[in-house]
């Protein structure tokens, strides 16, 4: 059973533009949201994180926003860039874990367009 | 910069092998962990540790073990590889609960 959804497995946007990508979970128990991008042939890199007590955090180009009673977080880049074309992973922290497991969604590849 | 280092980029292996797949970090993380990609399912956790001799399943152990015996290096065993264990594998680490985790390259192993 899936507990942390991504549910649109691709997106195309033009240089310039806003992307936002979705993300949807099933689990309140987690306590800390994160952004992963991820390039062909390499691992993830972390991009962008929210507590679980925030609904905003940005930095940079890049903003996540979170909405608990739905259940929602979704990644924003303004202005989108075709150096962001890349594989975006979210995932999610179960609360109350010794460790850093996460649960990752399936990802969303993002194409910018020149 | 934190370094974690997968000992291979590209392995092909038969069925039945025995298979390490080899991952060390550079920075004194506490946690380890191994991942598949697969297209469609996204990463699912295989093992994870959080210090030296301990482990702990992820979502899908089976045909897996895990051997931590120092703290910077994290090995996935493939006990009799076969073909639905091709994958991409990636190994990741963290210092602690709060922190990110950061990422190998990856191993492309395809079971033949």
């Known amino acids: 059973d899936q507990q942390v959804k991504q549910n649109s497995p691709s997106l195309s946007v033009q240089e310039g533009r806003i992307s936002i990508l979705n993300c949807d979970y099933t689990n309140s128990m987690f306590d800390y949201f994160l952004w992963y991008k991820k390039y062909p042939a390499e691992g993830p890199t972390f991009l962008i994180s929210i507590s679980s007590i925030k609904d905003k955090n940005e930095d940079g180009r890049f903003t996540v926003f979170l909405n608990k009673s739905a259940k929602h977080l979704s990644l924003h880049i303004v202005p989108s860039q075709p150096g962001d074309s890349a594989v975006y992973f979210c995932?999610?922290?179960?609360?109350?874990?010794?460790?850093?497991?996460?649960?990752f969604g399936t990802g969303t590849l993002l194409a910018v367009q020149p | 910069d934190v370094k974690v280092t997968q000992s291979s980029r590209y392995l092909v292996k038969r069925t039945g092998e025995k298979v390490f797949l080899e991952c060390v970090q550079d920075?004194?993380?506490?946690?380890m962990f191994w991942y598949r990609q697969d297209p469609g399912l996204g990463l699912r956790l295989i093992y994870f540790s959080y210090d030296v001799k301990m482990k702990e399943k992820g979502d899908i152990p089976e045909g897996y073990s895990v051997s931590r015996e120092k703290k910077e290096r994290f090995s996935l065993i493939l006990e009799s590889a076969s073909t639905n264990q091709t994958s991409m594998y990636l190994c990741?680490?963290?210092?602690?609960?709060?922190?990110?985790?950061?990422f190998g390259q990856g191993t492309r192993l395809t079971v033949v």
């Open positions: 990741a680490s963290s210092f602690g609960p709060i922190y990110e985790a950061f």
């Open positions: 995932a999610a922290r179960p609360s109350g874990g010794a460790t850093n497991k996460l649960i």
């Open positions: 920075m004194d993380h506490e946690n």
